[in-house]
């Protein structure tokens, strides 16, 4: 496959392409790479996994991954930083949702659970704001046709239920990062993730809840201060 041709022109075409009706230019680049995809070796595989890396190349890797399927192995954990990494949590799930529908639900809430808990700062931030996509429905449904949505009813309604050992350990990472972390920055991607409904953590972390209250009413930045009491009143 030649990507870096089709790299060349889908990002001349996002130059100009100012999202009102068709584009000739990308209709015509996803029909190539379905195409063509069947037949795509290792190094093309290698010069997309390259291409996740770099700030534009990457929107063209994203453009190829979430039209075809499968996805190699090798694509995984590029494709999970790049979500990471991405800054606009209104973009990270170009890359985030593919590993969704090609590697399940589990082990990429599992992996980005692993950032949180592991990664700098910057990254517990990015993995905090990516699990938007990775958790319950909106991996399947976001990006799918309508009808495609309406098969996933019964794949949801499983994920739910096997999920809910992750989301105790998310609940409770969160909850810790955010009263023991002092990074502003990380702070402000977490909170969003945090429920302060009572009742939405069980018992023994309800000691934690009031602590994430007490800082974010203390906070110096206005924002968060915001956040929580709008929270507090939903």
């Known amino acids: 496959m030649n990507f870096e041709s089709m790299c060349a022109e889908y990002l001349a075409e996002q130059e100009i392409y100012k999202g009102i009706g068709p584009s000739h230019v990308f209709d015509r680049l996803e029909e190539t790479v379905r195409s063509e995809w069947p037949s795509a070796t290792e190094k093309d595989f290698q010069w997309l996994a390259g291409a996740l890396q770099d700030e534009n190349q990457k929107w063209f890797a994203a453009f190829v991954v ?16 790049a979500g990471v990494n991405e800054p606009d949590p209104s973009l990270d799930g170009r890359f985030i949702q593919p590993c969704a529908w090609n590697f399940g639900l589990r082990r990429v809430n599992t992996t980005l659970l692993d950032i949180l808990e592991t990664g700098t700062n910057l990254e517990k931030a990015g993995a905090a704001k990516a699990m938007y996509w990775a958790r319950s429905a909106r991996a399947f449904v976001a990006g799918r046709g309508w009808m495609q949505a309406i098969t996933c009813g019964e794949k949801i309604r499983e994920i739910h239920d096997d999920l809910s050992d992750l989301e105790e350990r998310r609940c409770r990472l969160v909850l810790n990062e955010f009263v023991q972390n002092e990074d502003e920055y990380l702070r402000r991607n977490i909170f969003p993730s945090l429920p302060l409904r009572p009742g939405t953590y069980p018992p023994d972390a309800e000691d934690l809840v009031r602590k994430v209250i007490a800082i974010a009413r203390n906070h110096p930045s206005e924002h968060i201060r915001k956040l929580v009491e ?4 939903s």
């Open 66 to 81: 979430t039209r075809v399927e499968p996805l190699p192995e090798c694509l995984y954990l590029p494709l999970i930083q």
């Open 230 to 233: 709008e929270d507090l009143r």
